[in-house]
């Protein structure tokens, strides 16, 4: 899971868009504090997402992207079982049952300031019936970069 950001330069400096989140957007006057500020809104608009229960959608990446972030490997893994429940048409009552845990643990199952213990996120997918393909490619840091 990453996402196209698309960066554009004007005379105040740098402006970063992201078409899979209209609501999105970032200003700054060089590229570094760009990056930083780009993870930063893209990171709070994926947690309203996850705590509204609204689907989060993925940027189909091209190769040839310049500017790709790449989220967190745990951040990934809550979109991806906070998709599955909307895709299986469950709520997260439905869900929290047939996981054996309190509404409030899965609340905090989707708040990406809480870890979450790998042994919970296997039993999500497998209590959803989805297998999570991992797929390690090379970066240069966390940070949005050129690919």
Known sequence: MRYVIQVSK????YIAMC???PEFVATAADLEVLSRLAIKNLSSIIASYLASSHYVPESPVKDGSKYVW????SLRLKIAISNGIIEKGWTRDDFAEAMG???PSITN???IEISTRFS???KAFRVLGLYPRLEIIPM?????AES
Request: aromatic content about 8%; cysteine-free.
């Open 10 to 13: 004007d005379k105040a400096g």
């Open 19 to 21: 078409r899979e989140f």
């Open 70 to 73: 790449h989220p967190p490997i």
């Open 101 to 103: 845990l309190t509404p």
């Open 109 to 111: 199952l989707f708040n």
């Open 120 to 122: 919970t996120i296997d």
């Open 140 to 144: 240069r840091n966390d940070l949005l």
